[in-house]
């Protein structure tokens, strides 16, 4: 993992870094869920963040099950609004980075009723106290469209241990945001495993080199807060979001995250893209100011995405397919479920 974000090594960096040289020895090891919420479309916070990952711990033997977590989307709102068009949209856009359905179980976690189950055992294992603590959780709630509070919302990251840990997943790709939820599923399996019996994994979290890729208003992108460009965003549309990005008022241009985020999230971006160093990309703009910036981050996407959107576009020509590829990871989804609530249940000692 190379530092390009200038950051600290926080001790996660620091752990992911080591958990690369584990891979590298021995990628059959690892075990991996990943997943996203069908709130919207796939966008280059994504890419950077976890997606990447999946696909190279894909192609290096790692097991990978890739979860659409449709239920969790009514964590921040009352109704899943175009669940399907979006459940749809995920999956082309993970066809198109290079998801192996062969090789990679793509599943939508409401078709898997086993795997919800285990939400029962596992909220007895957390306090409320603890639930409320959650920062990732307050971040959300801030940002929530509902009015009150739901007990969905509290219980999610109760929700994501299940969806880690029905399949025993060991290695988590996420961006930063998902490290508080990541403890709660460790803490879920040690107590789970200490109450009765070894079970259960204590997975970790995998970070890449872009753990918190910014919006075009210089917060976090996402896709449910309108500041992302969407992987299958035309090249128009992606000039278009990159022009009405946050800068500032000094024309010379400079990566520094901390005092200058907008202008260093978009460096940061286009040499991610380039796959560059973001001093020398912001070095090369020098005194040519945001305009200037802007124009090489939006032809370093439109460069990196091209290939990826016209696989995309491949694939939209026949959704029957696409519908199929998820279907069949259901089954087998379930099977994977089925066979662990039965050793939870046999474990906590449950009458059949
Ligand atoms: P929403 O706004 O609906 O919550 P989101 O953009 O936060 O959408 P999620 O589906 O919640 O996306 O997250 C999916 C995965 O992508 C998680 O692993 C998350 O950490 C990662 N991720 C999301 N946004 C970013 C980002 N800006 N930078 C790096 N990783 C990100
Ligand atoms: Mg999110």
Redo the contacts with the bound molecule.
């Keep these: 993992m190379t530092a390009v974000t200038d950051q600290p090594m926080t001790p996660a960096a620091i752990r992911s870094a080591e958990l690369e040289r584990q891979i590298a020895v021995d990628p059959g090891r690892f075990r991996v869920l ?4 069908p ?2 479309a796939l ?1 280059l ?2 890419y ?3 997606l990447h990952n999946r696909v190279r711990l894909q192609d290096l033997g790692a097991e990978v099950f890739v979860l659409i ?1 449709d239920y969790q989307v009514l964590t921040d709102r009352d109704v899943a609004e175009r669940l399907g068009a979006y459940v749809e949209g995920l999956l082309l856009d993970y066809l198109a980075i290079g998801v192996d359905p062969a090789r990679t179980t793509v599943f939508n976690h409401s078709a898997v009723p086993a795997l919800n189950q285990l939400l029962l055992p596992f909220l007895s294992l957390v306090s409320v106290a603890e639930l409320g603590r959650n920062p990732t959780v307050k971040d ?1 709630i801030a940002h929530s469209r509902q009015a009150a509070v739901s007990g969905l919302m509290y219980t999610y990251p109760v929700h994501q241990a299940a969806d880690i840990l029905f399949c025993k997943g060991n290695l988590v790709p ?5 490290l508080p939820h990541l403890e709660v599923t460790r803490t879920v399996a040690r107590r789970f495993n200490e109450r009765y019996g070894p079970v259960f994994p204590e997975p970790d979290a995998l970070l890449s080199a ?6 075009t208003d210089g917060t ?6 309108g500041n ?1 460009v969407a992987l299958g965003a035309s090249e128009d549309e992606t000039a278009r979001l990159i022009k009405g990005a946050t800068t500032d008022a000094d024309r010379h241009i400079t990566y520094e995250p901390a005092t200058r985020p907008g202008v260093a999230g978009l460096v940061l971006l286009a040499a991610l893209c380039l796959d560059r160093d973001p001093h020398t990309v912001a070095e090369e703009i020098g005194d040519g100011g945001a305009a200037a910036l802007k124009r090489t981050v939006t032809d370093a996407v439109n460069a990196k995405m091209a290939p990826i959107r016209a696989r995309r576009a491949e694939y939209a020509q026949d959704m029957g397919q696409v519908r199929d590829i998820l279907r069949a990871g259901n089954e087998r989804a379930n099977a994977v479920a089925e066979a662990t609530l039965t050793e939870v249940r046999e474990a906590m000692g449950m009458f059949r």
Excluded at 220 to 225: D, I, L, Q
């Design positions: 990943t997943g996203d919420r709130t919207g966008h916070g994504h950077f963040g976890t977590a959300e996420v961006g930063q945001d998902q872009a753990p918190l890729l910014l919006g976090k992108m996402s896709k449910s807060r992302s």
